[in-house]
């Protein structure tokens, strides 16, 4: 059982409006006695808005979608996108399955976790980068291929990666 | 050979996204003749044509559609947009390049099948190809395409919606992408009873891959016979083929779907990288059982694949050349699955990680020959045992692997190492440009 304490009423209530206000236009996407399909698209709203998706968030989804928070918990723990737990400021997600390690994947990888001086997947010391392997991304032809922070970057050499991570905020 | 592109001759337009670009291509023709014609008629020209799911069954697309009980409204069209099978990556351009050829499909296939509502459901990692498509979608609604009519003059409500996924290949499953867009996790459904029947929200539902329902507009427009015309056997039509791996020109290929496996491979996609021998070759995306490097010479074709004792599958060819260990390989790809397994069938379940664990112990030689009979027979107990393709998925590149490649598997249990080394896997070794169709992305 998750602990839900706290619950909604610890979220700030500014971002709670907020998330509101972004909600309706999604829900507008489903009929009307179906809100409970919007459980992704809220899930990955909430985690914008709050940075990842604590239990007080899964409660909020759960409320306004008219579903039990066990469904929230299912859906946040079940897909990788969404983050129960805090990451850093920049999620680095390398793909290193078959089409890109033939194209150097595996050695990018290395080159990841040197450059962010991390042993293996994890949150960089000054909580700046989560780094990660993840699967394929769709993106074989033009491998190897990674998202930061949702959005994806292809042909990778060392260098490409050096611009598009100095190129954060 | 004809050259008929169906899904790719608009890529390289500037603009190609636009609805003005689709339109002065002549798009939209398709379904201002189809106004003019009983909706059956549309569901026998895709009968006729022999189109088939260009997910990876193949099942036969008019014959799926004949499948929605006559009587039950609402019914829905889900469109597959969350191609995730390692070596596959076709969708995406249809949708980051000709979005409208998608849209004039999904209205087609509404307007043909009486249904009213629609979602793409797109894998949440293609973000920018979902914004492009939201925003491909409210052009056409601006435009009066859809909405309460159709090309504004057809009294037709129609919506379409863009449902973004979080990460799970198996969402690409059918049935577990319907439960994922009914707001749950991604479990595969029971079969019977199939989606057509009881689907999303426990009504009829049509599912479809995004290049099955790009190829209705040119089905409508130009007759099933004439798609037929392009293909063989029991399969019409062009087909996007993904080449990855040690190619010179990785890339994706639109041709006749019998096209022939070896000169996509040495022909379009240039040949073996560094002059090197080709090795294997999975030919429909990784699922699809490898292909020894003798065995290529053949049609692309659904059940000719089959008869070589493969799948054409999703089209998504992955290359290896001789420097490839293939221990390495299959132990990748049994993580990925291992990875996505969902969990809810014992056998896959367990297997996967088994699979995974077996393989990982023989790269590193650490591995005996038992190792390797033990991996053959977990794989021989998740094939058929589950309730989704996810276990013969995973099964599949196990069996095959290990058949075909089996003195390098034993290689690696005797010598204790890997006796392949890693140039096969190098970022340094090919700088090379990669296309999708005509347009090319210079490295």
Known sequence: MTNHAGGVEGLPREKVEQFDRELAPILKRYPPDRKASAMIPALRLGQALFGHISPAVQLLAAERLGTSPSRAEEVATFYVMLETHPTGKHLVELCTNVSCSLMGGDQLWSYLKQKLALAKAGTSADDRYTLREVECLGSCGTAPAMLVDEEMYEQLTPQKVDAILGGLK | ?????????????????????????????????????????????????????????????????????????????????????????????????????????????????????????????????????????????????????????????????????????????????????????????????????????????????????????????????????????????????????????????????????????????????????????????????????????????FDAVKAAGSMSGSGGVIVFDESACMVRALARLSRFYAEESCGQCTPCREGTNWMEGILHKLEGGHGSAEDVAKLEQVANSIAGNTICALGDAAAMPVQSFVKKFKPEFLAHAELRRCPCGDTGWGITQAPRDAVAGPVRYAR
């Not at chain 2, 449902?163 to 749950?184: D, F, Q, T």
């Not at chain 2, 000169?263 to 002059?275: H, Y």
């Open chain 2, 1 to 301: 050979m004809s050259d008929t592109l169906i899904l790719s001759a608009r890529w390289a337009k500037p603009n190609s996204a636009a609805l003005s670009t689709y339109r002065a291509d002549g798009g939209y023709g398709a379904l201002d003749k189809a106004l003019g014609m009983d909706p059956s008629a549309i569901v026998d020209e895709v009968k006729k044509s022999n189109l088939r799911g260009r997910g990876g069954a193949g099942f036969a697309t008019g014959l799926k559609w004949t499948f929605l009980p006559k009587d039950v409204r609402p019914r829905y069209l889900t469109v597959n947009a969350d191609e995730s099978e390692p070596g596959t990556f076709k969708d995406r351009y249809i949708i980051e390049l000709d979005p409208h050829q998608l849209i004039e499909g999904i209205a087609l296939t509404c307007y043909a099948l009486d249904i009213h509502l629609a979602y793409v459901y797109i894998r949440g990692e293609f973000a920018k190809q979902a914004r492009i498509l939201e925003a491909a979608i409210e052009e056409a609604r601006q435009a009066g395409v859809i909405g309460t009519k159709l090309l504004g003059k057809k009294d037709f409500d129609l919506d379409i919606h863009v449902h973004r996924g979080a990460g799970a290949y198996i969402c690409g499953e059918e049935s577990a992408l319907l439960e994922s867009l009914e707001g749950k996790k991604g479990y595969p459904r029971l079969k019977p009873p199939f989606p057509a029947v009881v689907g999303l929200w426990g009504k009829p539902t049509i599912i479809n891959n995004v290049e099955t329902i790009a190829n209705v507009p040119w089905i409508v427009q130009h007759g099933g016979d004439a798609f037929m015309a392009l293909g063989a056997g029991k399969s019409g039509g062009t087909r996007l083929f993904g080449v990855s791996g040690h190619v010179n020109r990785p890339g994706v290929y639109e041709k006749n779907c019998d096209y022939n496996l070896k000169k996509l491979i040495m022909e379009d996609a240039g040949g073996i990288v560094g002059g090197r021998k080709l090795k294997a070759v999975i030919p429909g995306g990784s699922s699809s059982p490898v292909l020894a490097a003798h065995e290529i010479d053949i049609s692309m074709e």
